[in-house]
């Protein structure tokens, strides 16, 4: 029995402002632990966070009781002492475990021990992975889509509790389930439909507020999932009405349930367009293949270019064969040395699926027991594979730095991918239209920004020509950036930036130097004089006429750039006499 059913109002409790526990009933018989990270600034393949996260747990009393998912382990102590007030644990009959991620299993075992009864329910995969993580036997119920668990009826409200479970695979790890409460109309999605935002505002009460979190979320994790993302909102529509989506990050979308849906739909239906994808494969549950995984899928994105995530681990060879025949390019990661028969068979299955002169690329999994990434690199070359990008080495525990270089390998994968289209999408412009808009002219810029500290530090750069005044109170600027640059990613909300304007008598080497190609991780600072302590957002290069120092207020999403508009905090001239370079096109389909 839940011993505080009838609260209505956040309990919280605190320790020293960092880490909270938020309880509160949303739902006949059905109430949520929040388990509130209120200072995390990184997550998941390392994409920066401006307003923390959550890590949501749910409770269903029926006839039986069931407990979706758990917390992260840094919560143990706050997470048990809120689930002991509410619930008596010899009397929890199911943990329902969405996916195993750790900030949603790293209970499970502790869970486990004050009852060794408890049922856990989940698909065939995540069972599997429960099993490699706690070493204890359990029991165990698997579920597929279409199936129920009727945990009854409430003794007290009447209402029946028949869970219904839809498979999700890839949204996004491979064993992620959600449930749908007929008894409620709640559907428990874990990472889906998510945002990493940290308030004691249970629900999405404000969608301004939060839209760009929801939107940078799904840009980093559901994107490259986009396929998968289709076929999971194939399956919600047919459930009846849908009044709560209980993410497992963030507040509960209750307010503007279908909103939030239909935005899934547009932006997922919006990447699934056309025939040609990259089949980026990984291995769950090794290494860092994961995380690693969903960087280089993310930069995909970022180049308008589609991605398919492959788990070698649970896909069936007759699927695995077509979507790598199908691939235009395929991503490989390097695989344990001691690998058990069943992923021998899917790795066989895939070179078998490989075709002549296909593009292929490789990465470091950084497993502690790989194949060496040069045999497979030289395997791949034996086979008359095209080279898609230089094989990404991993020395050491992949911080934010080679999880960038990862971003930027991707997208240069999605521009080589989708060169004959946007080569296309130039010539199509009116001839008269392109050589009037060309007659627009800009200022030229370099726009910097930097990341991190010490080890962590890292920096990107671009030339820019697409700046404007936006605002007098507060000073205020946009920027266009196009969604394929590398430092979009630092361009986040919140986060800072510097325009450096170049003069009139003096821009060609920065010009020239910025606008050259990187390869992935380079250094762009490298031969350049900067001066990296008068401006918060970024380098100032030294042979600019001015810099503006800004923090990013807003993003506007057009079809292939972001437009940034930032609040300028600071800035000087370094020659009042000079004047702005200025850049002239003939044409606008190109800068």
């Known amino acids: 029995m839940i011993t505080s059913a009838k609260t209505s109002t956040s309990d919280m409790i605190k320790v020293e402002q960092k880490l909270s526990v938020q309880y509160k009933t949303f ?15 990184r997550f998941d393949i390392e994409f920066g966070l401006r307003n923390g996260t959550t890590y949501n747990s749910f409770i269903i009393q029926g006839q039986k009781l069931a407990i979706i998912d758990t917390s992260h382990s840094k919560f143990k102590k706050l997470w048990f002492e809120q689930l002991l007030k509410e619930v008596n644990p010899e009397k929890i009959d199911y943990l329902i475990t969405s996916h195993t991620e750790p900030d949603h299993s790293g209970l499970i075992g502790n869970l486990l021990s004050l009852n060794p009864h408890i049922t856990v329910v989940g698909s065939k995969l995540a069972l599997k992975f429960i099993e490699d993580q706690i070493h204890v036997p359990f029991k165990s119920l698997e579920v597929k889509s279409g199936q129920y668990l009727d945990l009854g009826d409430n003794p007290t409200s009447g209402v029946n509790h028949n869970i219904e479970f839809i498979s999700a695979p890839n949204l996004h790890w491979p064993d992620t389930i959600f449930s749908y409460d007929h008894g409620t109309n709640v559907l428990y ?21 939060i839209y760009d979190d929801f939107r940078f979320y799904y840009d980093c994790l559901m994107g490259p999932n986009a396929r998968s993302v289709l076929q999971a909102i194939k399956r919600i529509n047919k459930l009846p009405e849908l009044k709560t989506i209980a993410v497992g990050h963030g507040p509960l979308l209750h307010n503007q349930v279908n909103f939030w849906k239909d935005k899934y ?19 769950s549950d090794y290494g860092y293949c994961d995380r690693l995984s969903q960087a280089i899928s993310h930069g995909i994105s970022k180049a308008d270019a589609q991605v398919q995530l492959i788990d070698l681990r649970s896909s069936d060879s007759q699927e695995l064969t077509g979507l790598i ?24 299955t895939l070179f078998a699926a490989l075709k002549p002169k296909q593009f292929t690329a490789v990465y470091d999994a950084f497993g502690g027991d790989d194949e060496p990434i040069d045999s497979l ?62 007659r627009l002219s800009g200022g030229l810029y370099v726009v910097t920004a930097s990341q991190g500290e010490n080890s962590t530090f890292r920096q990107s750069a671009m030339v820019a020509s697409w700046v404007s005044q936006a605002s007098f109170s507060p000073p205020g600027i946009t920027v266009a950036v196009a969604k394929d640059r590398a430092i979009e990613s630092f361009m986040q909300v919140g986060k800072g930036f510097v325009v450096n304007i170049l003069r009139e008598d003096n821009y060609q080497k920065m010009f020239r130097h910025f606008l050259k190609r990187f390869a992935p991780g380079a250094d762009r600072f490298a031969d350049v004089d900067v001066i990296s302590n008068i401006a918060n957002g970024g380098p100032v290069l030294s042979d600019s006429l001015a810099f503006l120092d800004c923090k990013v207020s807003s993003r506007l999403e057009t079809p292939d750039h972001w437009i940034i508009y930032g609040i300028v905090e600071n800035g000087s001239v370094s020659d009042l006499s000079c004047k702005t370079a200025v850049h002239h096109r003939k044409v606008a389909n190109h800068y």
């Open 325 to 348: 025949t199908e691939s235009k390019a395929v991503v490989i990661p390097t695989w344990p040395v001691n690998s058990d028969n069943d992923l021998k068979e899917s790795l066989g």
């Open 27 to 41: 739902a006949a018989d059905s109430s949520a632990i929040r388990s509130l990270d209120w200072e995390r600034s």
């Open 377 to 438: 690199s030289n395997k791949l070359r034996e086979l008359g594979q095209k080279e898609a990008f230089s094989p990404l080495r991993v020395r050491n525990i992949p911080d934010p730095i080679i999880y960038q270089q990862f971003e930027e390998a991707g997208t240069d994968l999605g521009q080589l991918i989708n060169k004959k289209k946007n080569i296309a999408s130039m010539k199509s412009l009116d001839s008269n239209l392109d050589k009037a808009l060309g």
């Open 265 to 283: 739909l547009e932006w997922s239906a919006n990447k699934s367009k056309g025939n040609e994808f990259v089949s980026v494969c990984y291995i």
């Open 189 to 209: 999605t874990c990472d889906a439909f998510g945002l990493h935002y940290c308030s004691d505002e249970f629900f999405d009460s404000n969608q301004k507020e």
